[in-house]
């Protein structure tokens, strides 16, 4: 029997994983999941031995102000990305893995983790580094006497 006939090729479901990058932070995000399901649990934890603070107390009962602080946001999406890609896999018994798995910016981390590239730990460490210089670089700069983040795009440049 010929596995690639077209029956099991249109049969034959793919999956991409695709991960967000910062800014879907929020107070209380993950509660639900929290309260439910022990790899949610042993992620944050994980993630909060190597952080040195408790990262999950941090998004259910901390400030938005300080949530938004990016070294702290940053671990804060990719443990969440982490931990419900986790709870995925463990609910599908890792049948169903991605075909694909890509990241937006911050979740370009994800991505390699989830894909072996690099560990969780040695991730948690890069974005948290990442997150204090993009903090200590939007900090210094100054548009009009405000601080903040800033970002410039460049579209349709002519060589010259």
């Known amino acids: 029997m010929n596995f690639f006939n077209k029956k099991n090729i249109i049969n034959h479901k793919k999956y991409a994983a695709i991960f967000p990058g910062q800014g879907i932070q929020f107070i209380g995000m993950l509660s639900s999941l929290y309260n439910n399901y022990e790899v949610i649990r042993k992620t944050f934890n994980y993630a909060s031995e ?7 107390n941090l998004i259910q009962y901390g400030s938005l102000k300080k949530l938004n602080k990016t070294y702290h ?19 599908n018994n890792n049948i169903l893995l991605p075909n694909i798995v890509m990241g937006y910016s911050l979740g370009e981390y994800t991505a390699m983790v989830c894909s072996n590239i690099i560990n969780f730990s040695d991730a948690i460490k890069i974005v948290r580094f990442r997150g204090k210089l993009m903090h200590k670089l939007s900090s210094s700069l100054n548009d009009c006497n405000k601080n903040g983040y800033y970002m410039q795009t460049i579209i349709g440049i002519k060589k010259k």
């Open 50 to 56: 190597i952080l040195k603070y408790d990262l999950w």
């Open 73 to 91: 946001t940053q671990p804060a999406i990719l443990t969440s990305s982490i931990a419900i890609y986790r709870l995925w896999l463990q609910k």
